[in-house]
């Protein structure tokens, strides 16, 4: 018997649609916006450096949701290691790069930032100082002033002369007497003759927090007191100390302002710090 069998398709000859693209991709490099690069080449490089602008450095304009809570968490690690974080530098970073007796070598901000961490930490080292490396550490950016550190760590009293000498010979040296009221900040004991550093001491209070509690909360003061939650803007509940209007209990807003553009550089953003032996023993 003769079988019918219903005629096959003709199988496609084309294995591969033709290409959809006829170019292959030009990969270009990202560009900054002009007002990031205009901040940059302003308020982080030396005018007395010739060292390039860098477009590709990581750009941060808060501190992340959580730092002030890592940050308390550090200090209070620290205080129960025995070496509380009891003292707190402010290094305006664009006038100490100014200046022709600062020792640091570093043009960029960020890297002026990590040698003069770097040099406090092998302060600490040396006989006969011998003090711990404990320490947290935020930038922050003023417009019409430029960008400062804050530097918090442990100072035992009988440890500040050694220390006020270290600034001297780092940036510059220390004004005779004190500043007037207006100018002097809460537990000041020394500043720089221009005012480009100062080194205050934690005042001891009828409060119930431990020492350094309120250091690390006004390091953390640079993180959102609102934030995203479900499509809306909320109180950040993760940060403790905040403003009355943002559901905190501090009157004002000095704890709730933005603290500008930071530029990190192209692997780190670089905005805070804390010290390892610390960091590795928060949960």
């Given at each position: 018997m003769e079988s019918h069998s219903t005629p096959r398709n003709h199988?496609?000859?084309v294995k591969r649609p033709s290409p959809i693209y006829i170019d292959p991709a030009v990969p270009l490099t990202y560009e900054a916006h002009p007002d990031v690069l205009n901040h940059?080449?302003?308020s982080t490089v030396s005018p007395n450096s010739n060292a390039p602008i860098s477009e590709h450095s990581k750009q941060t304009w808060s501190l992340p949701v959580?730092?002030?809570r890592k940050l308390q968490a550090g200090t209070a690690m620290a205080c129960e290691l025995g070496h509380p974080i009891n003292a707190l530098e402010t290094i305006r970073l664009n006038s100490v790069s100014h200046l022709d007796s600062c020792s640091l070598?570093?043009?960029?901000v960020y890297e002026l930032t990590k040698e003069y961490v770097g040099r406090s930490r092998k302060l600490c080292y040396r006989k006969p100082q011998g003090l711990p490396n404990v320490y947290v550490?935020?930038?922050?950016?003023v417009p019409g002033e430029g960008e400062h550190l804050h530097f918090g760590f442990h100072l035992p009293p009988s440890h500040r002369k050694s220390r006020i000498a270290f600034l001297e010979r780092t940036f510059e040296p220390a004004l005779k007497g004190n500043r007037p009221t207006e100018m002097r900040t809460r537990g000041e004991i020394a500043c720089g003759v221009t005012g480009s550093w100062h080194l205050?001491?934690?005042v001891p209070s009828k409060r119930s927090e431990f020492p350094g509690y309120w250091i690390a909360s006004y390091l953390g003061k640079g993180e959102p007191s609102r934030r995203a939650f479900r499509g809306k803007e909320?109180?950040?509940?993760?940060?403790s100390v905040r403003g009355i209007q943002f559901g905190g209990s501090v009157q004002g807003d000095r704890y709730d302002r933005e603290q500008g553009l930071v530029l990190g550089n192209q692997w780190r953003k670089g905005r805070y710090g804390?010290?390892?032996?610390?960091s590795s023993l928060i949960v």
């Amino acid at each position: 018997m003769e079988s019918h069998s219903t005629p096959r398709n003709h199988e496609n000859t084309v294995k591969r649609p033709s290409p959809i693209y006829i170019d292959p991709a030009v990969p270009l490099t990202y560009e900054a916006h002009p007002d990031v690069l205009n901040h940059f080449s302003e308020s982080t490089v030396s005018p007395n450096s010739n060292a390039p602008i860098s477009e590709h450095s990581k750009q941060t304009w808060s501190l992340p949701v959580g730092t002030q809570r890592k940050l308390q968490a550090g200090t209070a690690m620290a205080c129960e290691l025995g070496h509380p974080i009891n003292a707190l530098e402010t290094i305006r970073l664009n006038s100490v790069s100014h200046l022709d007796s600062c020792s640091l070598v570093s043009s960029e901000v960020y890297e002026l930032t990590k040698e003069y961490v770097g040099r406090s930490r092998k302060l600490c080292y040396r006989k006969p100082q011998g003090l711990p490396n404990v320490y947290v550490w935020v930038r922050e950016y003023v417009p019409g002033e430029g960008e400062h550190l804050h530097f918090g760590f442990h100072l035992p009293p009988s440890h500040r002369k050694s220390r006020i000498a270290f600034l001297e010979r780092t940036f510059e040296p220390a004004l005779k007497g004190n500043r007037p009221t207006e100018m002097r900040t809460r537990g000041e004991i020394a500043c720089g003759v221009t005012g480009s550093w100062h080194l205050a001491v934690e005042v001891p209070s009828k409060r119930s927090e431990f020492p350094g509690y309120w250091i690390a909360s006004y390091l953390g003061k640079g993180e959102p007191s609102r934030r995203a939650f479900r499509g809306k803007e909320v109180n950040n509940e993760e940060k403790s100390v905040r403003g009355i209007q943002f559901g905190g209990s501090v009157q004002g807003d000095r704890y709730d302002r933005e603290q500008g553009l930071v530029l990190g550089n192209q692997w780190r953003k670089g905005r805070y710090g804390i010290s390892r032996n610390l960091s590795s023993l928060i949960v």
